[in-house]
Structures are given as structure tokens and as C-alpha cells.
């Protein structure tokens, strides 16, 4: 893996940039990162499955967005993540003739979508299709009914074929962090770049007393979408048994279990806007982030604010969280609710946590360190004469099985 720092490069003509994101119906971590990618080349098309443009709006610098035949099908916000093995079809259905770069920002498998001849293809990933590689038996035990596991291990199976064949023609992949390399090196067979992705540093900013939230009176902050995956269920059961105040704020399928199960001190902000985040950030003693993630923005967000965070000493938390300095890293004997516990503990072991040092760990993953190294790895690409397209046979290569 080659990580990629920013530096000075080359003036040259902007290459004409076609964009693709597997779907907009939420603005979170990834759509984000879409918005500084469509910032790097302003007029370009953007291709995805499914535009929700009232909950999520499209990024400001796209000239328009091309969305799939999904965007008209009955249900499609309900049914588009059941619909995984029929993706790739959608996405082949893109024209992108125009196109010298396509940069694919993708977690799912926006990059089977179809490539000219002659273009070059940057795959921006997030993650290797989580469900269908390293999480498979997670996914299963917790979102299939048994009775149907059989019928799941054939979908993911064909999933990982077609994701594995899309890979082959990708001429770049870039990865949000380390531990993301790593996952799509052993998926894909493939180096990665590295570039982390940028926090918008005017908006995420401390408060003039940026100290003030460290206070024992302060809650603790739990925040995002609530999936199985980010172990929320964790920081609930570990505030009710330490009768501590916690602030859960975002949305998700476990929200309503989250307040089901949450104790008195629990307070819950649903789909709290930017202007909410910020402010809660602030207002927060440490950020809790109990679950594995390959980057994760939340932590870097709240040290910009001045915040420190109890992170899972796993994934992309061991890159931004200073253990000891920024917060808490924990889960070298384990990633359960006592563990989380003992953490919290040893957190509230220092009654002084600096703002400043949060501040200035944070300032890394700034939008003009993410904007030069992104250039960086489009101009070398460019530099080099695309792949030649065409699907390998099995032999080519790591099939999985």
C-alpha cells in the first residue's frame, strides 16, 4: 500500500471527470467525501442509483445527476439494499462516454460500472462490500433469518465474484485509511493508495471555552447512523450501569431498540442537523466509538472540536485517536460492554483532557491536504496508459469462492 501525501504537483488541463457514488438518500460520512471529491472537479457529471434530493441534496459543484432506472422502480427506498446482486446491471447501464477519468466513491459495487476505452478508472473505496467479504456471518446472523441462510451464502457469493471481476478493472484504488488497504489488498488482490478523508475545519471548530465540555457534568456522545456494525447497543448498556449522562444523536434501523434500551440519564437527537453536530460535539465530555470502522469521521470531527473520544482500539480509530493524548483506545482484551466500561473509567481517571491537543490532531484531514493528494493520484494515473478492459477468466488472478 503507498500512502499518499500531500504535495506540490504539476499544472496541467483538468481531465473531464465523471463521477459515481453508489446512491444518494442520506448525507453521511460518505456523502461528505463525495462533495470534496465533486469540489476537485467542478462541472462534472455524477452517475448514481437513487437520488433522494430532499434528504439528501446533491453536491454543489456537480453539473447534474444522472441517476439509474432504480431512481423510477416502486419501493426503491425500502428495497435498494435487498436488490445487491442486480446492482452491477444498473450501473453498466451509466453512459460515460465523455469521460477521460471516472472516479468511483464506493462501499457497495459502484465500480462494475462500464469505463470507455481509453479512460482511466480511480476507485475511491470505503470498503470492500461489507456483507459479501469480511462480514458475511455478522450479516447473516443478524439481518437473515435462518431459514433463508442458505439461499443469503449463494446471493454473497455471487456478489463477491461480480465485485472481485469489477475490481480487475479498476486502475487505482485509493483507501481511506490503512486498515481499509488491508481489507481491499486481501479482497481484491490489489495495492492501494492511501488518502484519508477531509473534515470540513471552518464548520468543526472548539468553542471559546473549549475545555468546558471535559466537566463531569458533561454527557457523553454517541453519534451516527445505528447499525449492528458500530456496537451503539455497547455505549447504552455502559452509561446505564455507570449513571452517566449520554447524548445518542443520527438515525438508523436500532435507533427506536437504542431507546428501548437506554437508561434515565439517555437523551436521543434524531437526524440532528450540522449546525446540531457541531454544537453537540462541543457540549460533550468524550465521544464514544464503540464499533470497528476503516476510517470513521465522527472522531476526527469531535477532536476538532476540541473533544476526546473512547474509541475501540481497532480499524481506522488506531490512525486518528492519540491513545492517551486525543482520548482513549481500548480492546486489547476485549471489545465488550465491561471493557468499554473499564475505558470509560480510565478516561475519567484525568480530570484534564487539552482541547488544543485534539485541535491540532485533527487538522491532518484537512480539505486541502485531501484535495492535493487526490490530484497527486489522478495526475499519476493519467500519467500511465489505462488497463485494457476486458473480464478475466477465472484463472486471472485470486477468484474467491
Known amino acids: 500500500m503507498r500512502h499518499v501525501s500531500p504535495e506540490t504537483t504539476l499544472t496541467r488541463r483538468p481531465p473531464r471527470v465523471a463521477l459515481v457514488h453508489h446512491w444518494l438518500v442520506r448525507r453521511r460520512g460518505g456523502e461528505r467525501v463525495l462533495e470534496a471529491l465533486a469540489a476537485l472537479w467542478p462541472g462534472s457529471d455524477l452517475f448514481t442509483l437513487l437520488h433522494d434530493a430532499d434528504a439528501c441534496p446533491a453536491p454543489p459543484h456537480v453539473r ?10 416502486p419501493l426503491r427506498r425500502l428495497a435498494y439494499r435487498a436488490l445487491l446482486p442486480m446492482l452491477p446491471r444498473f450501473y453498466r447501464s451509466f453512459n460515460l462516454r465523455d469521460a477521460e477519468v471516472v472516479v468511483t466513491s464506493d462501499a457497495s459495487v459502484a465500480k462494475t460500472v462500464r469505463v470507455p476505452d481509453g479512460a482511466h478508472h480511480v476507485c475511491y473505496c470505503y470498503s470492500p462490500v461489507r456483507y459479501a467479504w ?17 439461499a443469503a451464502k449463494q446471493m454473497l457469493k455471487r456478489v463477491r465474484r461480480d465485485d472481485w471481476i469489477a475490481s480487475r478493472q479498476v486502475d ?10 488491508r481489507r481491499i489488498e486481501r479482497a481484491y488482490s490489489a495495492s492501494c493508495d492511501v488518502v484519508y478523508p477531509p473534515v470540513d475545519l471552518t464548520r468543526f471548530t472548539p468553542s471559546d471555552e473549549a475545555d468546558a465540555g471535559t466537566t463531569d457534568e458533561a454527557p457523553y456522545l454517541l453519534l451516527g447512523e445505528a447499525v449492528a456494525y458500530k456496537r451503539f447497543d455497547l455505549a447504552v448498556a455502559a452509561c446505564r450501569e455507570l449513571d452517566r449522562p449520554l447524548v445518542v444523536a443520527g438515525d438508523g434501523p436500532h435507533f427506536a431498540a437504542l431507546r428501548a434500551a437506554a437508561g434515565p440519564r439517555t437523551r436521543f437527537v434524531q437526524r440532528p442537523t450540522d449546525a446540531e453536530v457541531a454544537e453537540l460535539y462541543r457540549d460533550a465530555r468524550a465521544l464514544l466509538f464503540p464499533g470497528e470502522e476503516d476510517f470513521g469521521l465522527v472522531p476526527v470531527e469531535a477532536m476538532a472540536c476540541g473533544t476526546p473520544v473512547i474509541a475501540l482500539g481497532r480499524g481506522g480509530a488506531t490512525e486518528t485517536v492519540q491513545d492517551g493524548v486525543t482520548g482513549v483506545l481500548y480492546g486489547a482484551n476485549g471489545d465488550d460492554v465491561e471493557h468499554l466500561i473499564a475505558a470509560i473509567r480510565h478516561f475519567e481517571q484525568r480530570s484534564h483532557w487539552p ?5 491540532a490532531a485533527a487538522q491532518r484531514f484537512s480539505h486541502d491536504a485531501f484535495a492535493t493528494s487526490m490530484s497527486r493520484v489522478v495526475m499519476d494515473v493519467r500519467s500511465r496508459p489505462p488497463i485494457q478492459r476486458t473480464t478475466p477468466p477465472p484463472a486471472a488472478g485470486r477468484m474467491p469462492s
Open 64 to 73: 447534474r445527476v444522472v441517476t439509474s432506472a432504480m431512481q423510477q422502480a
Open 134 to 150: 469480511d462480514l458475511e456471518d455478522v450479516y447473516l446472523e443478524r439481518s437473515v433469518p435462518r431459514a433463508l441462510h442458505g
Open 172 to 181: 487505482r484504488f485509493v483507501a481511506v485509511s490503512r486498515h481499509a488497504a
Open 355 to 359: 482541547a488544543a491537543a485534539c485541535v
